[in-house]
């Protein structure tokens, strides 16, 4: 079943959150974050690479090279000090903007 219109820009508003969730626990590669995320929730891998890009132009990532037994280096991504404290924020304000939603549902719990 294809996602609704809704759907898409859900997981489009969660998408930088979630890849800091994913990076603050360790440190990844593309490919993996995006397997991650798609396994998930349901998130395409096309949308991850920009994201990166632009998470490393904004600091929130750096990044390293390394070799890949089956294949060319991966880079790999981790937070940077901006990077957590973006995680802290998004997380807070995602928990506040979930309450809210789930208080406006009567889904509290």
Do not use: H
């Amino acid at each position: 079943m294809a996602d609704s219109a809704n759907q898409i820009q859900l997981k489009k508003g969660a998408l930088e959150l979630c890849v800091l969730a994913l990076l603050a626990r360790r440190e990844s590669y593309a490919y993996e974050i995006a397997s991650t995320l798609a396994a998930g929730v349901g998130m395409g891998e096309g949308t991850i690479y920009p994201l990166m890009r632009r998470m490393q132009d904004d600091g929130l990532v750096d990044t390293r090279l390394a070799e890949s037994s089956s294949g060319p280096p991966r880079k790999y991504y981790r937070l940077t000090p901006a990077g957590r404290a973006a995680f802290t924020a998004q997380k807070r304000e995602w928990r506040t903007f979930a309450d809210a939603v789930n208080e406006l549902l009567g889904d509290t719990r």
